[in-house]
């Protein structure tokens, strides 16, 4: 490797090195601020919510293009599963690994570096914007929108989550509701007096079970899929026998559904076990390290582009001249920030990553320096292709 590929590995390790839990990423945005001054970003800024958000301005006029990548990861879980400290950023044949290495630090490294390449060539029109967000995996969207929502629609995004240095064009949408069921108290050694609604749950739940085979299917993005992730009680004591009694549902998506009819479908199957109840979709409340607050609603639209859009054809031009091969299109399974900027806004949306989702959020989190060190040319050839 030659010196700046050397530096990008170095910082590819210092990031996974850092942890940075949703709500917890300010050191990890300290770091990445630090180094796009030191790699002369135009302009670089922490907003209010703690997104880092690095400027490069192009030589001529031209589109403005995001990169958008996420700081935080998810927990290690047991560090027992792990045949590595999960922050240790170890080098093993020629790939690092450790908790985000995938997901999605290394690609934030190649998008950081390529930012600063595509300026030194001189090359580069119009706007880049190098975005480093926060709370993506609780809420995708949360930290994109409210940088857009302060600078404006830019006319492309290229979101760096894995995808094996293909081109992603879609993804299944991701909803959670949650379904409740009502019931009567009484106590738990005379349970005849009462009505239980976890007992009342069980036809629910078995029919959700059912009809897992009956969800839509979309010829590129696959089938919707559903997963009772989540049950709890109230009140929550041995002796009492419940009222009430919530799942909650994660249901994947496809583009002909929406929030009226998830809903629809979820009371549906209340009405068939007979059971009261009511449904909703899920919300959560977000807290920033910066200490700023926000409920949000975690329903998320699936997205995908047609393979002959402008974006999709230049990106692939773009890719073939540095990968020297054709980039597969493909669709990530899980969701990413797409959900917002192509399902929510329009906004014509790829993908391109370093390293394999397979290892999204597992202890074998890792990615290849090869995979770095080709995105980090891909992010360039990109820039320069999209800006234009």
């Known amino acids: 490797m030659n010196h700046s590929e050397d530096q990008l590995v170095e910082f590819c390790r210092q990031l996974v090195q850092t942890p940075s839990p949703s709500g917890r990423e300010e050191e990890i945005a300290k770091l990445i601020a630090s180094k796009m001054r030191e790699l002369q970003y135009d302009s670089v800024e922490v907003d209010v919510f703690g997104n880092v958000v690095g400027t490069i301005e192009g030589a001529a006029k031209g589109r403005t293009v995001i990169f958008d990548g996420h700081m935080d990861t998810v927990d290690p879980g047991d560090v027992r599963n792990w045949r590595v400290d999960p922050y240790g950023a170890k080098v093993i044949s020629n790939a690092i690994y450790g908790r985000g290495a995938c997901d999605m630090k290394g690609g934030l490294a190649s998008m950081i570096f390529a930012g600063a390449i595509v300026k030194r060539t001189g090359r580069l029109k119009g706007r880049l914007i190098v975005a480093c967000v926060i709370h993506e995996e609780p809420c995708e969207g949360f930290g994109i929108r409210k940088i857009i929502e302060k600078i404006?629609?830019?006319?492309?995004?290229?979101?760096?989550?894995?995808?094996?240095?293909?081109?992603?064009?879609?993804?299944?949408?991701?909803?959670?509701?949650?379904?409740?069921?009502?019931?009567?108290?009484?106590?738990?050694?005379?349970?005849?007096?009462?009505?239980?609604?976890?007992?009342?749950?069980?036809?629910?739940?078995?029919?959700?079970?059912?009809?897992?085979?009956?969800?839509?299917?979309?010829?590129?993005?696959?089938?919707?899929?559903?997963?009772?992730?989540?049950?709890?009680?109230?009140?929550?004591?041995?002796?009492?026998?419940?009222?009430?009694?919530?799942?909650?549902?994660?249901?994947?998506?496809?583009?002909?559904?929406?929030?009226?009819?998830?809903?629809?479908?979820?009371?549906?199957?209340?009405?068939?076990?007979?059971?009261?109840?009511?449904?909703r979709i899920s919300t959560t409340k977000l807290r920033c390290y910066t200490g700023k607050t926000e409920r949000v609603e975690l329903y998320f639209p699936a997205w995908v582009l047609d393979r002959n859009e402008e974006v999709v054809c230049r990106a692939r031009t773009a890719l073939e001249s540095v990968l020297k091969r054709s980039p597969r299109l493909t669709k990530w399974h899980f969701s990413t920030d797409g959900n917002y900027t192509?399902?929510?806004?329009?906004?014509?949306?790829?993908?391109?990553?370093?390293?394999?989702?397979?290892?999204?959020?597992?202890?074998?989190?890792?990615?290849?320096?090869?995979?770095?060190?080709?995105?980090?040319?891909?992010?360039?050839?990109?820039?320069?292709?999209?800006?234009?």
């Open 152 to 279: 404006g629609e830019p006319d492309y995004v290229v979101l760096g989550e894995a995808t094996n240095l293909n081109l992603a064009i879609g993804h299944r949408g991701r909803a959670e509701l949650e379904i409740e069921t009502y019931g009567r108290t009484a106590h738990g050694s005379m349970p005849r007096r009462g009505m239980n609604a976890i007992h009342t749950m069980f036809p629910v739940i078995e029919r959700i079970r059912r009809n897992a085979s009956n969800l839509p299917i979309h010829p590129f993005l696959g089938r919707a899929t559903v997963s009772v992730n989540r049950i709890s009680c109230s009140p929550d004591q041995s002796a009492v026998v419940p009222d009430r009694c919530r799942i909650t549902v994660d249901r994947r998506t496809i583009p002909s559904e929406t929030r009226e009819s998830l809903v629809a479908e979820c009371k549906q199957y209340l009405t068939q076990a007979k059971a009261k109840g009511e449904v």
């Open 342 to 388: 192509a399902g929510l806004r329009g906004i014509p949306t790829i993908g391109f990553g370093p390293g394999d989702e397979r290892f999204a959020h597992t202890p074998n989190d890792h990615v290849p320096i090869s995979d770095l060190i080709a995105a980090t040319e891909g992010y360039c050839a990109l820039a320069i292709s999209l800006c234009a």
